[in-house]
């Protein structure tokens, strides 16, 4: 009965490939979240979607593009991966919609590494 | 000046001794307050959630905002060696669905 899940757990890639990160929730949340860990373990936020609507972008370039086919998912698609991509990728969840609440729930992660 | 700011540590201390954590912000619209619990190669998990000013008890972890001080903390009472993780602060503004404003994270160590 996993809230977040993500696939791949691991991710190992050359520079310059194409690569995707799937994530699911069966929290019955409208809001999914990508946040990005660096090697200094900060957590800093990149997108979030609200009912398949971007709502924030933080200065992230574009090579990186989340894309949702429903409410349950969202995905992380990556082109043409650089070295700095290298870096542990987190899915989150919330019901923050209604306003009343803020609490996120976050996945496993997923660890990119770019050689 | 950092947003968030979170004493990264690492803070060592005995079996059942008292643990108090804190952090500092700069923004005074942040309304939501969020501890999260981090183990190795973990993603982070929710402890303690708080909206504005005051204290919130769950088990043997408290957690206390002071908005006026810009100053939140954590306790966590009888620390078990199992509490051995880093703790990042976490918070938000009133506003529609945003992301979180992560501190650094302190690592916690309790010895046996």
């Known amino acids: 009965d996993t809230a977040v899940s993500q696939t791949p757990k691991y991710l190992v890639t050359q520079m310059g490939n194409d690569k995707s990160i799937k994530c699911e929730q069966n929290?019955?949340?409208?809001?999914m979240y990508w946040y990005k860990q660096d090697s200094k373990k900060f957590l800093k936020i990149m997108f979030s979607y609200n009912n398949k609507e971007l709502i924030i972008n933080e200065t992230v370039p574009n090579r990186f593009s989340p894309k949702s086919p429903d409410k349950a998912h969202l995905n992380l698609h990556i082109n043409s991966l650089e070295l700095g991509d290298s870096a542990v990728y987190f899915c989150?969840?919330?019901?923050?919609?209604?306003?009343?609440?803020?609490?996120?729930?976050f996945g496993p992660g997923t660890r990119l590494t770019v050689t | 000046q950092k947003e968030v700011e979170q004493d990264p540590g690492p803070l060592s201390v005995p079996e059942g001794a008292i643990v108090s954590l804190n952090c500092t912000y700069s923004?005074?619209?942040?309304?939501?307050f969020m501890w999260y619990r981090q183990y190795s190669r973990k993603g982070p998990e929710l402890l303690m959630y708080?909206?504005?000013?005051g204290n919130k008890e769950d088990g043997r972890f408290t957690a206390q905002v002071d908005k006026s001080s810009k100053y939140i903390s954590l306790f966590i009472r009888d620390s078990q060696p199992s509490d051995s993780a880093t703790y990042l602060c976490?918070?938000?503004?009133?506003?529609?669905?945003?992301?979180?404003?992560f501190g650094k994270g302190t690592h916690l160590i309790i010895q046996p």
């Open positions: 929290l019955g949340h409208d809001t």
């Open positions: 708080t909206y504005s000013s």
């Open positions: 923004n005074s619209a942040f309304q939501y």
């Open positions: 989150a969840s919330s019901q923050a919609q209604t306003g009343e609440t803020y609490e996120q729930y």
């Open positions: 976490a918070m938000s503004w009133v506003g529609g669905a945003d992301g979180l404003t």
